[in-house]
């Protein structure tokens, strides 16, 4: 089915509830659909409580077993993982920042370069001041390029002033420890 020169792309994903773990290990396929290769359901009652882990050794123990029982069912082991994380303690914000372009010497007409973009997530984790909350995930959803909005991938473009809008997720710090 795939060329040998290919990688398969793998995807694994974990819903932490408060009655149990689901783990699912599933391709991609080239056609942009996906195919369950494994899957597993184990109880987590006692791990969690309204979405906050309770018991750490009874969460972790339950999350293993059922990464390893979706494991043994794909025959792969499995090595990036999505976690879907619900509560009450999970907070969401979608943002406007202006990013910092320093005028380089070599470039006045300040092009945008995938390094200027890439540290993006980092940038905006240091600039946002969350009292008494952690942030989880800073993700870049558009950027707006001088007063362009909406641009995905602003790489080469020129300006005089850059923005990304952006998803952040932040999480109460007990939670996430």
């Known amino acids: 089915m795939f060329k040998a020169n290919k990688q398969r792309q793998i995807v694994t994903a974990i819903d932490v509830g408060t009655t149990k773990i689901c783990t699912i290990i599933a391709e991609r396929l080239e056609d ?33 077993s059922s990464v390893q029982e979706a494991e043994n069912m794909a025959g792969i082991p499995v090595q990036n993982i999505y976690v879907g994380v619900t ?3 999970i907070e969401f914000e979608n943002r406007l920042d ?53 641009i995905v991938t602003p790489v080469g473009m020129h300006t005089s002033s850059l923005a990304v809008k952006s998803h952040v997720v932040t999480i109460a710090p007990e939670p996430a420890q």
């Open 32 to 64: 942009g659909n996906m195919l369950m290769l494994g899957h597993s359901t184990v109880s987590s009652v006692g791990a969690l409580s309204k979405a906050i882990v309770e018991n750490v050794d009874l969460a972790s123990s339950a999350i293993i």
């Open 98 to 150: 202006n990013l910092d372009l320093a005028t380089q010497e070599n470039d006045p007409e300040n092009v945008i370069t995938t390094e200027s973009i890439s540290n993006v997530p980092t940038k905006i984790s240091k600039d946002l001041d969350y009292r008494n909350r952690q942030i989880l995930h800073a993700l870049p959803m558009s950027y707006q390029v001088d007063e362009t909005s909406d």
């Open 87 to 89: 509560g009450a303690h």
